[in-house]
């Protein structure tokens, strides 16, 4: 019977566990990692980047995002939409063409593949004959240009890849037409380009990679004009009034031919040019030009810079009228385009997308001044490199606004035109509440992003630097120019990964929501504390110097130096403004900080101990060394950028000395002892490093390296002396399995500015496993973790219960472990590596509602693992609950880059510039939710419709008929109803 | 030390607070006393004896006999070191080493000696709660070898050595498969050894595979897995404290090993078959615990015919009940807690104090451990000492190198 009764319970956890807890991951925030294609649809407003690694995102209004990875791992090289249609087609690297649609599905669109095709030339030709260089999806939509390496134009048809070998346009049958004079007859080369005339679609010009263009009619097959351009040939633009054709070389030049309407007479090069002449110039990648209403067109090209002088910049030109100006982009240009106007997007130019290998920009052309205009999406969050996280939950609307007002008076610059992008519908409910990420950079800015829903959206930007002396000139302004320059170079982007000190680095951060205090840390032992102030203010910064050691003696530090603080005022714009500055010394980087706006108190630590200072009276309270005598490493500050390249230098030479060492070691047997030791020791050090696949099995000792480093610290108020009294106290883990907890003492609010505060050592407890302490928890008699401070006065949390007994909790590399509090005694424990070989890396507090009941939740603790796997640990019972791989082992920088948010999701960066967003929760899901509809063209000839999801209709032709259409507006409409019943229940889910 | 040592004038025997200062003993050691509880069955007796000069075994031997009062008897002598192990005291090398490493008292347990079978059990402190179910198996073994009464293969007495590895399970593993325990505790040795990955092939129904094992691939020279002859390079890793290791990571192997090192158990495939254990018809003949003394030598693993361990009916075990509660496969109770809250009187020197490095000394014996064998044993003793008077006063000794001192005695 009981074990009957026991069984059910266990169902009964094991159905509460599935409400509880599911994983996904939901979006990549930021820009892709190198990307290598980009494609546009003006008829569905999307935006289509290819990476190297195989990824395709779409882009359309703010929250609606598709992604897609096709199975072989290889770059994508082109991208194409099929023109008035949902569907697209890749290339990739490795000459395989594959087709992607929207469909639609519960109401939600989801991008997927829906065929692959490779070419395959005749039995015996070599492999460049089907290599394919350029693909142009013709304007009927059912048809797809393959130009090739051989040069060869093969045309197939979409979207059931059907090769129509009869219309192939082979190079003999171009070649023998050629007129005789032209010098390259011989060999055109590659097809470099296919280009549709605008205006007559059975006509298309071909661009040879040795210059010659040829513009082919398709209906009768057969070259209508030879375009006898004799450079290198690197792109091809029709007019849009089919008048005439732009060329672009690899001299840097471009010319404009004329195309005769008679098909008869040869037309002339009407115009050349090298726009930035003289000297040797680059290539003209692309060019394009657009016509405007009134007025003349706007002529837009990249490259083309003089090769000696101007070589080095990625540079698009955007030429109109008499302006002229030379957009220089930090980065390699991928590529471009133009949106324009008008419902059929036809008319003027509005927007000049530009897709730099590190970032995307998109530039007003319809302002003076052409600003750029802020991108809701694919921010580059690496514009410098990030260096720590932090997210916060449910920013109280109050802090939300004034971040959002000091972030609007740092974007001025930007343009006031909305985003350009605005195909697709985003149907995603509003987020719940508004979730801040904050990103540490290596340049010592901190960026608050709006992280409630699909879209990171950059609010604002703090930095740190102006409270220091640094080599950077403040008057190197990025938008300066010199006036009559030529080219007329003006920077735009933000990505500038150089940093002018990597001492300003930020590694810690925190941040109360309800006071708008925050505290930053970083790479030299700076901690500041920072006050959002709506107005710009001028204040001097003090700098207290925290000196760690306390009198340990023996040790010199061999890192970097502390930065050197400004005396003189400084002026802050509205924003954070620091009001406070610690500096540790030695100036190692801080490695871990918290913040009690109650208690105006700071905690932090680094690899030589901890402090706790009262930023009110602006005075340190406490301060502990937590060195260990024999711990030599953690002197020499090794954790800093510019030493590790040193000692790893050192090293390598020690062990070509060691190799030599060890051979005459034989032969002389009576070295001094000293000496015998040390070589001992630098054979060990040399073993390990030269033999990485062995593993050396110890027991962890005392002293072993950096076990003084201080992992975590923590406020809490909890029985810290007797059961009857709860007092504030501090709890700091280090390295070496050491949590110390001293008792706070605060003066009574009235005298809280004039008397002391003072911290008495209270416990010390040595965990017996001595793995690196990572997380300190005290859980409430109910055994739900303690509230953040503040949290309760404002009455967003229920008040910790203080009548029963409180727990603590020490999270170790290797354990979970309960103690019992006041008097210390381990009550429970879960040993993670002992029994799974796999340690701790991140771990956060988080709370877990139930899908089913809208009242019922749990506290939890989610862990990240050096194996990647995501654990949820029920609290006070320490249990494991469920596990999922989430990121892959061998990614050590996501996996350390992990943050958690107080409602079971997290972050991790998947490149420098990415980051994943996964979700453990079945109530808190951010994912984007969208719908794309076919545009409605009017009175054009084909035309198709998302289609339902029934496999074979992928390959039905898309011919449609009255009946057809009829039927296709039914399943239009039973989408639409699903769509609303969704809502619906959405509705429904949330009363419930 | 800094502290003051001043004798503690604790009279309230099972005092809470009287319990709390007991942890602070080693605040005695700057004399040179050196306290001796000794138990003989179920009485005490409580003398002290000079640290430098302590005299000899048999000095020691007929002292005790004496305040015993069972002059007569042959009796063993045995004491509880800072692990919680019995080691046995039978000459001046190990009576010497007894007193110096008493801390902050040498607790000797007396047992009559019953001819030659009676030895002391090695595992006889260890009692097994959990681990890998070995405890039911062992004792039901155990019994019917005893009930048997077979003569057997006979180990000597450990000479001074604490038992650092053993060969367990034998009797439930393939012949080819070792399961190796190493007892890390007590020992300053380093494990010492190293692990790489490698292929090891495996024979099944599909023919000879090969899947990829962790191997040991270096012994450290005067490492604890060198020195116990049980483990050798090229030994493959089969199981990790009961954990199988396949399809794990040689790190996540690491990381199960540095993680469970104070008590590893590793499950071996030898690469030297040559000195598997052979099964001798009978399986319960032999004891499934063979151990091997740090003297041991790659030969005396054949030898794991060893005394059986923790078995109720021994008297001498259930004599050493005094050393429940020691956990020294449990890790965590291990933790070293300072509770510097409770030290009213010394609230104020801690806290100067309190960067000094005290905590980061290795030897746990010195801070309270809230479940180890000294707080359990301190109470039971002061309760005892107290039911039995102090009959040490009445049974002093002549001898120059005994001592009484009251301070000392009471506690």
Redesign the interface.
Same mark, same amino acid.
Request: net charge negative; charged share 30%.
């Given at each position: 019977m009981k074990r009957f009764r026991r069984h059910g319970q266990e169902s009964q956890r094991d159905r509460l566990k599935q409400e509880l807890f599911q994983f996904n991951k939901t979006v990549e925030h930021g820009f892709p990692h190198q990307p290598s294609a980009l494609g546009y649809s003006p008829s569905l407003q999307l935006l289509a980047i290819g990476t190297r690694s195989g990824a395709i995102k779409l882009y359309g209004a703010p929250g609606v995002e598709f992604m897609g990875l096709h199975d072989e791992n290889a770059a994508v090289t082109q991208v194409h939409f099929l023109p008035h249609q949902v569907e697209l087609v890749t290339l990739l690297d490795d000459n395989s063409l594959h087709m992607w649609t929207l469909r639609a599905h519960k109401g939600l669109s989801e991008l997927m593949e829906i065929g692959r095709f490779t070419l395959t030339g005749p039995p015996g030709a070599p492999p460049s004959v089907t290599r394919v260089t350029a693909v142009l999806a013709h304007s009927s939509g059912e048809l797809l240009l393959l130009g090739t390496e051989g040069g060869h134009v093969f045309i197939v048809e979409v979207p059931g890849f059907r090769e129509l070998e009869e219309r192939n346009i082979s190079l003999d049958q171009v070649a023998s037409s050629v007129p005789d004079d032209y010098i390259g007859r011989r060999n055109l080369e590659h097809i470099e380009a296919l280009q549709e005339n605008p205006v007559n679609p059975n006509q298309v010009v071909i661009g040879y990679g040795r210059g010659l263009m040829v513009i082919w009619d398709l209906e009768k097959q057969c070259a209508i004009q030879h375009i006898p351009a004799t450079q290198q040939l690197e792109s091809v633009w029709w007019a849009e009034d089919g008048g005439y054709i732009l060329s672009s070389h690899s001299d840097g030049s471009y010319c404009r031919w004329m195309v005769s309407v008679e098909e008869v007479n040869e037309e002339e090069e009407e115009k050349s040019d090298i726009p930035y002449g003289h000297f040797p110039c680059k290539a003209i990648s692309k060019i394009i030009q657009l016509p405007t209403q009134e007025g003349p067109p706007f002529l837009l090209f990249s490259g083309g810079m003089p090769r000696a002088s101007y070589g080095d910049r990625h540079c698009i030109t955007v030429i109109h009228s008499k302006t002229h100006v030379a957009l220089d982009f930090t980065s390699r240009i991928i590529d471009f385009f133009a949106i324009r106007e008008g419902p059929q997007h036809i008319g003027d130019p509005s927007a000049l997308v530009v897709l730099v290998e590190e970032e995307l920009v998109v530039i007003d052309l319809q302002t003076e001044g052409w600003p750029v205009i802020q991108t809701p999406y694919l921010v580059p969050l690496h514009s410098s490199a990030i260096t720590c996280s932090h997210h916060v939950s449910a920013i109280p609307l109050k802090l939300w606004e004034r971040v959002i007002a000091a972030g609007d008076l740092q974007s001025t610059h930007y343009s006031k035109r909305p985003w350009p992008i605005t195909g697709g519908q985003n149907l995603a409910p509003d987020p719940p509440q508004r979730d801040l990420l904050l990103t540490g950079h290596e340049d010592g800015t901190v960026r608050f992003w709006d992280a409630s829903g699909v879209c990171l959206y950059p609010m604002y930007k703090l930095s740190t630097a102006g409270v220091f002396h640094t080599d950077a000139d403040p008057n190197d302004n990025m938008n300066q120019g010199t006036e009559g320059e030529w080219p007329p170079f003006r920077k735009v982007g933000c990505f500038d990964p150089y940093s002018d000190d990597p001492r300003l680095g930020i590694q810690k951060i925190h941040l109360c929501k309800y006071s708008g205090y925050l505290t930053v840390a970083g790479t030299a032992g700076q901690i500041l504390v920072l006050e959002l102030n709506d107005e710009a203010a001028e204040q001097t910064v003090e700098a207290k110097v925290v000196d760690l050691l306390q009198g340990q003696e023996g040790f010199r530090w061999k890192g970097h130096t502390q930065l050197d603080v400004r005396e003189e005022p400084v002026l802050f714009p509205p924003g954070f403004q620091p009001f406070s500055l610690v500096q540790c010394q030695p100036p190692a980087v801080v490695t871990a900080l918290t913040l009690h706006s109650e208690w105006k108190l700071v905690a932090f630590g680094t690899s030589h101990g901890f402090g706790l200072y009262d930023y009110q009276q602006k005075n340190n309270v406490l301060i502990k060394c937590t060195l260990n005598p024999s711990d030599q490493l953690a002197m020499e500050g090794p954790l800093s950028r510019v030493k590790s390249i040193k000692k790893s230098l050192r090293q390598s030479f020690r062990r070509i000395r060691r190799s030599r060492v060890s051979l005459r070691k034989h032969h002389v047997n009576n070295a001094a002892k000293l000496q015998e030791a040390n070589a001992r020791l630098e054979a060990e050090l040399a073993e390990m490093e030269l033999a990485p696949v062995q593993r050396k099995i110890e027991a962890r000792s005392s002293d072993d390296s950096f076990t003084g480093l201080v992992r975590t610290i923590y406020f809490a108020d909890t029985f810290l002396s007797d059961s009857s009294h709860n007092t504030p106290s501090l709890w700091a883990g280090t390295n070496g399995g050491c949590v110390f907890a001293y008792m706070l003492r605060l003066p009574p609010v009235e005298h809280r500015a004039d008397e002391p505060v003072t911290a008495q050592s209270a416990k010390e407890i040595q965990l017996m496993h001595r793995a690196p302490v990572v997380g300190i928890v005290v859980l409430d008699g109910h055994g739900a973790p303690l509230p953040e401070p503040l949290e309760v006065a404002h009455d967003l949390a229920r008040s910790p219960d203080m009548q029963g007994s409180h727990h603590l909790l020490v999270i170790s590399e290797e354990q979970f472990k309960v103690f019992t509090l006041p008097k210390v005694s381990a009550k429970m424990k879960l040993k993670l590596t002992a029994v799974d070989g796999s340690r701790v890396r991140r771990v956060g507090v988080a709370w877990f509602g139930s899908s089913r009941s809208e009242d019922y939740g749990e506290s939890g603790l989610v862990v990240l693992t050096n194996q990647g796997d995501v654990h949820v640990v029920s609290l006070p019972t320490v249990k494991l609950q469920v596990h999922y791989p989430c990121v892959r082992r061998e990614d050590v920088s996501g996996i350390a880059s992990c943050v958690f948010t107080k409602h079971g999701q997290g972050f991790y960066l998947i490149s420098p510039s990415e980051f994943e967003r996964f979700s453990l929760s079945t109530r808190c899901v951010v994912e984007p939710r969208c719908l794309v509809e076919v545009p409605l063209l009017s009175g054009s000839s084909t035309q198709r419709r998302p289609k339902p999801d029934v496999a074979s209709s992928a390959h039905r032709n898309a011919r449609q008929d009255g009946e057809d259409a009829e039927v296709l507006q039914e399943i239009q409409k039973s989408l639409e109803g699903d769509q609303t019943s969704f809502l619906e229940n959405n509705v429904k889910s949330a009363v419930a | 030390m800094v502290l003051s040592a001043v004798p503690q004038p604790t009279s309230q025997p099972g005092s809470r607070m009287s319990r709390q200062q007991q942890h602070r003993t080693p605040l005695k050691l700057t004399d040179n006393v050196v306290e001796v509880k000794s138990k003989f069955e179920a009485e005490y007796r409580r003398i002290a004896l000079k640290r430098n000069g302590p005299g000899g075994f048999t000095e020691f031997y007929r002292l005790l006999q004496n305040i015993h009062r069972i002059p007569g008897v042959d009796v063993l002598l045995g004491y509880a070191d800072v692990q919680g192990d019995l080691l046995p005291i039978n000459n001046d090398d190990n009576f010497h080493k007894a007193v110096s490493s008493a801390n902050p008292l040498l607790r000797i347990i007396i047992t009559k000696s019953e001819g030659e079978h009676v030895v002391l059990p090695t595992d006889s402190l260890q009692r097994r709660k959990k681990g890998l179910g070995l405890t039911g198996l062992r004792t039901s073994g155990s019994d019917s070898t005893r009930s048997k009464n077979k003569p057997g293969l006979m180990i000597g007495l450990p000479q001074n050595f604490r038992q650092i590895s053993s060969i367990i399970d034998v009797d439930i593993l393939p012949e080819t498969h070792r399961r190796v325990r190493l007892h890390?505790h007590g020992t300053h040795k380093?494990?010492?050894?190293? @692990?790489?990955?490698g292929v090891s092939v495996r024979v099944t129904s599909q023919g000879v595979e090969k899947v990829p094992g962790v191997f040991i691939?270096?012994l450290v020279r005067g490492g604890l897995?060198e020195s116990t002859g049980l483990l050798g390079v090229n030994d493959e890793i089969l199981e990790v404290?009961g @954990?199988d290791?396949a399809g794990?990571?040689?790190?996540?192997?690491?990381? =199960? =090993?540095?993680?469970?090192?104070?008590n590893?158990i590793v499950t071996v495939k030898p690469s030297n078959q040559r000195n598997n254990v052979v099964h001798r018809g009978s399986k319960t003949s032999m004891g499934n615990s063979g151990s091997v003394g740090s003297a041991g030598s790659a030969g005396s693993a054949l030898s794991h015919d060893s005394p059986s361990p923790a078995s109720q009916s021994n008297p001498i075990t259930a004599s050493n009940s005094i050393a429940e509660g020691d956990s020294d496969d449990d890790?965590?109770?291990?933790?070293? @807690?300072?509770?510097?809250?409770c030290l009213t009187p010394y609230?104020s020197h801690?806290?100067t104090n309190?960067?000094n490095?005290n905590?980061?000394?290795?030897l746990?014996q010195s801070v309270s451990l809230?479940?180890s064998v000294g707080a359990s044993l301190s109470d039971s003793s002061v309760l005892m000492s107290n039911h039995n008077g102090n009959p040490a006063h009445t049974s002093s000794s002549s001898q120059e190198s005994m001592r009484e001192d009251g301070n000392i005695i009471t506690l």
């Open positions: - | 890390k380093p494990l010492g050894f190293y @692990i790489r990955d691939s270096r897995a404290n @954990i290791v794990k990571s040689l790190d996540q192997v690491t990381d =199960m =090993m540095v993680a469970n090192s104070h590893l890790d965590d109770d291990g933790d070293l @807690i300072l509770e510097n809250d609230e801690r806290v309190s960067n490095t905590l980061n000394r290795p746990p809230p479940n």
